[in-house]
């Protein structure tokens, strides 16, 4: 425990730190962790690391890490990241022929959702960023107060199994507790932040990120369950993989972005 809170410290200072200052270096982090979150995917389906299809996923997950401003300036008008993505994917699918089916459609498939599911989820923590610091607060926090509520809530009151198959800790009294929490932590944010909603606004996208939030722990569950691992990754001692801390984010990043641009 004491190892896993010291880590949890010094790792939420600099990530809270480098949001703060934001501009290339924060940019350079989100790539990190996109990439890092790719391998952890790859390793739980135990490809080889230097393979052509993992180089290939590994591309299409940049691209789509890749934020528009980036993109604009990188890429020419009439060939955009949609573009490059599609002759990705169709270069895995050839792949599966070059090597005789040993590469199957299903492998395809899984190294093209993987990096589109890691990539985009960590394009939009930088368009979050770039909206303003206060939009990404927003969902970061109601995020952090979901998590904290539902497992000490649950904790202490829950009985009632929310999906034993996938998560069997979980309970229903620690899910509508980790809503309310974040709902809470919503409105307090509605006052100290500058954000251009209505309170009742913030608070329905606080619920919706708190549901979502609590899906995409759910999703990363269940995939970790189905490939037998108990943690995507090694990386934070006490913690698991980048997926493992980040998997609620990217999971609604994109949600709340949309949401945000309205």
Known sequence: MKQRIIT???????????????????GLLVFA???????????MKKFNLFSAQTVLGLILTWVAITPTALSNNLFPIEIGKTEISI???LLLLSYTVITKNT????????????SLYVGYGFHYMYEMRNMGISYFFFPLFVIWATDSGAYFIGKATGKTKLWPDISPNKTIEGSIGGIICGVVVAVILSIMLTLNHSILYLVLVAVLVSIFGQL???VQSAYKRYYGVKDSGNLLPGHGGILDRFDSIIFTLPIVYLLFAL
Request: glycine share 14%; no cysteine; charged share 10%.
């Open 8 to 26: 949890g410290v010094i790792a939420g200072a600099l990530f809270l730190g480098l949001v703060i200052f934001g501009k290339w270096p924060f």
């Open 33 to 43: 962790l996109g990439t890092i979150g790719y391998f952890e995917l790859i390793r």
């Open 87 to 89: 002759v990705l994917i």
């Open 103 to 114: 590469f199957t459609f299903e492998d395809a498939s899984f190294v093209v959702l993987s």
């Open 216 to 218: 995409g722990d759910l």
